[in-house]
C-alpha cells in the first residue's frame, strides 16, 4: 500500500505535473528539495480547480458549487464522498488528456496536502483559499452567456490579478523565506512587495494574450469605465479593431511595470538556482509583450504566444547569467525590444526599482 501510494505521489510530481506545465515544471525541477514539494502541490490544486471552474459543458452554478465544495477540500472541510463525485463528474468531460488525468487524481492530491509539512501545508492553503475566491467571482461574473461581460472598475481588474496570480507571488515568497536562509538581499516585505507586483504583471500578460479568445467566450477584463471612456461597449469588442488600442497600450504598459518588479524580485535572491527558476516567467513574459506590442490590436484576431524554440533558447541563454543580476536586466530589456521586423529594435529602458 505504502509503496503504491508513493508512486502515486512520483506520477503526480513527475508526468501529470510535467503534462500540465512543461516550463513550470522545469522551474520546479531546479528548486531545492524542500521547495519542490509545497509549490508543485500548490499549482497542481491551482490547476485543478481552474479546471473545475471551466468547464463550460456544466452550468455555471453547477461550477460554482462544485469549485466551493473543492475549495473546502483543500481547507481540510470535505468528505470523501464530495471529491469522488467532483471526479466522476469532471473528469469525463475534460477534453485535454492532461486535466482528465489531474482530475481523476484528486483524492491523491489532497492526500499529499494532509501529507507535506505544517507549515507548508497553512501555506498551501492561505494561497488557495486567494485563488479559489478568485477563480469564484470568474465563474459568477461571466458563467451565464448574455453576450460580453466587462469587469466594471480598475479595482476590480486589480483584485483580480492579485487573487489569481498577485498572491502567489507573496506565497513563493513566505516559503523561500522559510525555507531558505538569506534568502534575499531585501526584506521580506520589500519580496512581498515585488513579488506580488510580478505576478499581477504575469497575470495582465495572459490577459492581453487571450484577449481575441476571450472576446468570443463572452470574457471582457478591461474595465467598463475604460471603455466607456473610448466610446466601445462591451458587445462591440470583437470588432472595435484599431479603437481599442490605446486601452491595449496601457495594460501592456502595466504589465511591462509588474515584470521589471520581478526582475528586481530575481536580482535580489542569493541562491542562483532559485533565481533561474523564478526569473524564466519574466523573461518568457517580456518577450510575449514584445509580440503582443507588434501585433497592436491585431492580436484580438490571431494567437500571440512565444514559439517553444524560443522559450527553450530563453532557458538556455538564461543558465549562463545564474550569478549575474546584471545580465538578467540587459536580457530582460533585450527581449522586450525585440519584434518580428526588428529583433535589435531600441526602447527606453524601464526605471527599475533598485537602490
Request: proline fraction near 4%.
Amino acid at each position: 500500500m505504502k509503496r503504491a501510494k508513493s508512486n502515486s505521489l512520483d506520477n503526480l510530481r513527475g508526468p501529470v505535473l510535467r503534462s500540465v506545465s512543461r516550463s513550470f515544471y522545469l522551474s520546479i525541477r531546479l528548486l531545492p528539495a524542500t521547495l519542490r514539494d509545497p509549490i508543485a502541490l500548490a499549482y497542481l490544486l491551482a490547476r485543478a480547480t481552474d479546471t473545475i471552474a471551466d468547464t463550460a459543458e456544466i452550468d455555471a452554478k453547477l461550477r460554482e458549487e462544485s469549485l466551493r465544495k473543492l475549495a473546502r477540500a483543500i481547507q481540510g472541510d470535505a468528505t470523501e464522498g464530495d471529491i469522488l463525485n467532483l471526479r466522476h463528474s469532471f473528469s469525463p468531460l475534460q477534453k485535454n488528456d492532461a486535466e482528465r488525468s489531474l482530475i481523476g487524481s484528486l483524492p491523491i492530491v489532497l492526500e499529499w496536502l494532509d501529507q507535506i509539512p505544517k507549515n507548508d501545508r497553512a501555506d498551501v492553503r492561505i494561497v488557495l483559499e486567494k485563488i479559489n475566491r478568485g477563480q469564484s467571482l470568474d465563474v459568477q461574473r461571466f458563467g451565464q452567456k448574455n453576450g460580453i461581460c466587462a469587469l466594471n472598475t480598475e479595482n476590480d481588474l486589480d483584485e483580480y490579478t492579485y487573487l489569481v496570480a498577485g498572491c502567489v507571488g507573496e506565497f513563493w515568497t513566505d516559503l523561500c523565506f522559510h525555507h531558505l536562509p538569506k534568502f534575499a538581499d531585501r526584506s521580506t516585505e520589500e519580496m512581498r512587495t515585488f513579488g506580488r507586483a510580478y505576478g499581477q504583471g504575469l497575470q495582465l500578460i495572459n490577459i492581453l494574450r487571450d484577449t481575441g479568445s476571450d472576446f468570443h467566450n463572452g470574457r471582457c477584463y478591461f474595465p467598463k469605465e475604460e471603455l466607456n471612456a473610448i466610446g466601445i461597449e462591451p458587445n462591440e469588442l470583437i470588432s472595435a479593431g484599431n479603437r481599442i488600442a490605446p486601452l491595449l497600450e496601457k495594460w501592456q504598459r502595466k504589465a511591462e511595470e509588474g515584470i521589471a518588479a520581478g526582475i528586481d524580485y530575481c536580482c535580489a535572491i542569493r541562491n542562483a538556482r532559485v533565481r533561474f527558476a523564478t526569473v524564466i516567467p519574466a523573461l518568457i513574459g517580456a518577450r510575449t509583450l514584445a509580440l503582443l506590442s507588434d501585433a497592436g490590436a491585431g492580436m484580438l484576431q490571431r494567437s500571440v504566444k512565444v514559439p517553444r524554440n524560443e522559450v527553450r533558447a530563453i532557458m538556455s541563454s538564461t543558465t549562463l547569467a545564474l550569478a549575474s543580476p546584471r545580465v538578467l536586466r540587459k536580457k530582460f530589456e533585450s527581449l522586450l525590444s525585440k519584434t518580428e521586423d526588428n529583433c535589435d529594435g531600441q526602447r527606453p529602458p524601464l526605471q527599475n526599482h533598485k537602490k
